[in-house]
């Protein structure tokens, strides 16, 4: 077949290749558009990403499922924070392990996303024989890192994205604005909903023991005790001594408690160790990451609602 119209046609199908390739590679490139911005855990990055929608180039540094008191940054977490535009963080050292790495790799500017929020002081007891005093007393200094455990707070969180992402990009912020707004008014339909949900639960059965000082804010808003803890702490990075074990199993069965609430994120072996003892029913519930495909509690409002509805079926 050496006739020159079949020829022609080879090279025409050729380039025809050559000019869809070319104008593939050119859109590939366009699709990493606007300001890249990363944030450090799923729920700090998935309210990042409710407000600034399409707009932005989001990369969340913790994986799901990750402890943020006891993460250890990857190498692609400093090369992710050295090309970022705006980094967003919770804060009141939570992420305590990121703070080497943020401060040697950012060029650009840190927001927390908790500033202004009525930070609650942590009214526990530190334990003294803990390895990670000092570290445990740096973070009682700051109080309680956990302010997304109240809707509200994170609507404060929502303004100081809104308010980040728009000066560093002017030109979408009508559209951050929206976002922004739209956001806030899920918010509140969430806080509303937990508290009609909480109501369900007796006053007297207004009880949380959890793995660590997780449940402070929910506490506040809706009416909560935090009447036990499984390590003293707002931290989950440290143990429990034998002695503060016994004083929990006492005030389980002083107090008729029927249930431990244990973040997805933290070991279970001292909580199964206080079932065994007590005869207290372990409860999964979300603190300190967004859950897994499948779980349920893969956004910010869903991770609430999976844990009020374990809350409420555990205490009603
Ligand atoms: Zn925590």
Request: with cysteine.
């Amino acid at each position: 077949m050496d006739n020159p119209l079949f020829k022609r046609l080879k090279l025409c199908v050729i380039l025809v290749i050559l000019v869809l390739l070319f104008s593939s590679c050119a859109q590939n490139q366009s699709s990493v558009k606007g300001i890249k911005v990363v944030a450090t855990t799923t729920l700090v990055g998935d309210v990042v990403k409710q407000v600034g929608g399409d707009q932005i180039s989001l990369t969340v540094l913790l994986p799901v499922g990750a402890d943020p008191h006891t993460y250890e940054p990857r190498p692609q977490d400093a090369a992710a924070i050295s090309n970022a535009h705006l980094i967003f963080i919770n804060g009141l050292e939570l992420e305590h392990s990121l703070e080497p790495i943020l401060q040697n790799n950012s060029k650009s500017q840190i927001i927390e996303v908790s500033a202004g929020v009525n930070v609650l002081p942590f009214s526990g007891e530190l334990p003294v024989s803990s390895p990670q005093n000092s570290a445990t007393a740096d973070v009682h200094a700051l109080g309680d890192p956990h302010t997304w455990m109240d809707p509200n707070n994170v609507i404060i969180w929502v303004h100081n994205i809104e308010k980040g992402l728009s000066a560093a990009d002017p030109a979408n912020k009508d559209l951050y604005a929206k976002n922004a707004f739209d956001y806030i008014l899920k918010l509140q339909s969430l806080d509303q909903w937990i508290r009609s949900e909480v109501s369900l639960v007796p006053v007297q059965n207004r009880k949380l023991v959890t793995d660590h000082m997780t449940f402070g804010y929910f506490s506040k808003a809706y009416g909560f005790e935090q009447a036990g803890l499984v390590i003293a702490s707002l931290s989950s990075s440290a143990a429990p001594s034998a002695q503060e074990l016994a004083s929990l199993e006492k005030t389980i069965s002083d107090q008729h408690i029927t249930s431990l609430f244990v973040d997805s994120t933290v070991n279970t072996v001292m909580a199964d160790q206080i079932s065994r003892d007590t005869g207290i029913k372990v409860v999964k519930i979300y603190s300190g990451s967004l859950g897994g495909p499948g779980s349920g509690a893969e956004n910010y409002l869903d991770f609430m609602r999976v844990d009020v509805t374990a809350i409420v079926t555990a205490l009603k």
